[in-house]
C-alpha cells in the first residue's frame, strides 16, 4: 500500500460545500455573540461596557504592536 492511498482527496465541490458551511458557521456565532453583547449591555448598562470594550482594545493593541 502506497502512502498516496491513504491520502483522502477531496472535490471542488466538497472545498466550496466546506467554505459554505464555515462562512454559515461564522455568521452564526457573530449574531450569538452580537446578541450576547447586547444583553450584557442592557443588564448591566454602557458605561461598564464603553470601559471594558476600552481595556481590551488596549490589550489587543499591545498585542498586535509586539
Keep these: 500500500m502506497s ?4 491520502v ?7 472545498l ?4 459554505t458551511k464555515g462562512q454559515i458557521v461564522g455568521w452564526v456565532q457573530g ?3 452580537a446578541f ?3 444583553l450584557v449591555v442592557g443588564l ?3 458605561i461598564p461596557s464603553i470601559l471594558l470594550l476600552a481595556v ?5 493593541y499591545k498585542l498586535l504592536k509586539r
Design 3 to 6: 502512502r498516496s492511498d491513504l
Design 8 to 14: 483522502q482527496r477531496y472535490t471542488e465541490t466538497d
Design 16 to 19: 466550496q460545500n466546506a467554505r
Design 31 to 33: 449574531g450569538v455573540a
Design 36 to 38: 450576547a453583547l447586547l
Design 44 to 46: 448591566i448598562g454602557w
Design 56 to 60: 481590551v482594545a488596549a490589550v489587543v
